[in-house]
């Protein structure tokens, strides 16, 4: 990690905490008389203990493994450009893993706002890259281009490994009846890559239906649902191979924007819960989550 990289870490890393702090600080400050929800006097007397702890704060680690097609490749070697013609990108794979904090309120009874914070690392590899033998064929002027091109981007095992900072805000609309509940969470998060100059803003949109019941002296909840990913904005970035230096943009889009959600809530008591989520039918995704509410 370079100097650059870890001062942006920290600084990250501070503004996480003290989002943390006020929180924690608002939350202490009105435990009482329960500011949040802003609604609370009009929801029903009988079901206002229904109602979770107004805010909350949460750890998370997350791990998600999926194909990435790539549309407009661009690619320049040691100042050259490359005809897309010549030498083009169809997909890369990536698996990345992400560690984040997350605070909340409920604002109203039917309306939560969170920030999210933290850091990825993770690796892209199995690159279609293409090479039009026919065009060189025809054009010979091009192959003192393509010898400067590293023969190694394009081995089966190559593979590029990346780390960096997201944060984003999202806000999720809830309601229930009985003991079945519902839930639209949409989130935009940005991406900052070492790899990549430009951050990579990611939507997400997700729908639970969830069925909380008893267990064990504990609540719990088992829930379905679906996500929805969507890569907003084009990257670019620069990196230096054998020699040669790569400089690249492109448009990456899931292969497969929708996923299905399964997953389990345990309320060990008011406070503490602990989420477990499986995505799968689409990207692979894992995602765990230790919050604590007041």
Known sequence: MSSGDLVRGLDYSHLILWICVAVTLSGTCFAEDRLLPLDLSSVPSE??????????????????????DIDHFNLSVNGQNVPSSLVNLSSLNHRTQAETIRADAWLLSFLDLYGIGG???GTADNMKIHINQALIT??????????????????????????????GFGAILGGGYGHFFYSYDVNYTWTNINRLQTSVDTLI??????????AFGNKVSVYTGAS??????????????????LEYS???RP???????????VEFTPHWNLTLEDGFSGRN???SSLGYRF
Request: charged residues 15%; glycine residues 8%.
């Open 138 to 167: 025809e054009n010979p002027a091009l192959l003192p281009l393509l010898n400067e091109f590293p023969s190694s981007l394009i081995s089966p095992g190559f593979s590029i490994d990346y780390h960096g900072t997201v944060y």
């Open 285 to 287: 995704q894992l995602t």
């Open 47 to 68: 079901t206002r203990n229904q109602l979770p702890f107004p805010y909350g704060i949460s750890v998370n680690y997350t791990y998600v493994r999926e194909k990435l």
């Open 255 to 265: 292969a497969h924007p929708w996923n299905a959600l399964l997953g389990t809530e």
């Open 228 to 245: 929805n990913e969507d890569i907003k904005a084009r990257q670019s970035g620069a990196y230096n191979l054998n020699g040669a230096h």
């Open 205 to 214: 949109q997700e729908i639970r239906i969830r069925y909380k019941t008893g």
């Open 119 to 121: 850091f990825v690392h």
């Open 250 to 252: 492109l448009e990456a």
